[in-house]
């Protein structure tokens, strides 16, 4: 089998997972490959959507019904935890919309959204909407950058397509570990404006 065939064969699953429990560098190579016409742009979309969508939907569920058990308790003991469900408090919807942009708190909030009041049909209506904006963002990304680096892919080497796709994995890496490091900079920045030096907070891994 192809390379071509095996990515086009099990590259949507593979994204569905890497959006669910990697991050972003999953689905900006969907963008990229989808670009170089190994995968389906919506496709590759699509499963970054569901992907990102299911897995929080299940750390919503874990938290939700979950919450006395020694794992989530473990993780309730996190300072991030707390964090999460301060900003959830103050501003319930933006947080819900916006926590799988925040950095350090990917994983974590949708548990912390599950032991709240939040009504699960409120979490499953916005939860839906930022998946959705998520996915198709950074598939976007991935397709639109994909332009300038396939055609440098193919003038330096048009027959070694292994190694193009190897190169557009590897830039896609860079380039979601650029945007990691941005958010993470300026929410450091934006906490250490608005923390008091009792309440510092460190950061959780990002999905």
């Known amino acids: 089998m192809s390379i071509e065939s095996f990515i086009t064969q099990y590259g949507l699953a593979a994204i569905f997972l890497g959006a669910a429990f990697e991050g972003?560098?999953?689905?900006?190579?969907?963008?990229?490959?989808?670009?170089?016409?190994?995968?389906?742009?919506?496709?590759?979309?699509?499963?970054?959507?569901?992907?990102?969508f299911a897995a929080d939907q299940l750390f919503f569920f874990a938290g939700r019904h979950y919450r006395d058990t020694k794992r989530v308790r473990r993780i309730a003991e996190k300072p991030a935890f707390a964090k999460a469900l301060d900003t959830l408090e103050r501003h319930p919807t933006v947080f819900i919309l916006g926590f799988r942009f925040l950095y350090g708190l990917?994983?974590?909030s949708p548990v912390a959204i599950g032991t709240s009041h939040v009504p699960a049909r409120t979490f499953m209506i916005l939860n839906a909407i930022s998946?959705?904006?998520?996915?198709v963002v950074f598939t976007g990304i991935g397709y639109v950058f994909g332009d300038g680096l396939i055609e440098l892919v193919d003038t330096v080497m048009p027959r070694q397509k292994l190694v193009g796709v190897a190169i557009l994995v590897a830039v896609a890496a860079l380039m979601t570990a650029a945007i990691r490091f941005w958010r993470g900079r300026h929410a450091r920045k934006a906490g250490a404006a608005g923390a008091s030096p009792d309440d510092d907070v460190s950061p959780d891994r990002s999905r």
């Open 24 to 52: 972003e560098t999953s689905v900006v190579t969907g963008g990229l490959l989808a670009h170089q016409h190994l995968l389906p742009l919506v496709g590759s979309a699509a499963a970054a959507v569901t992907g990102s």
């Open 106 to 108: 990917r994983t974590i």
């Open 131 to 135: 998946a959705l904006v998520w996915g």
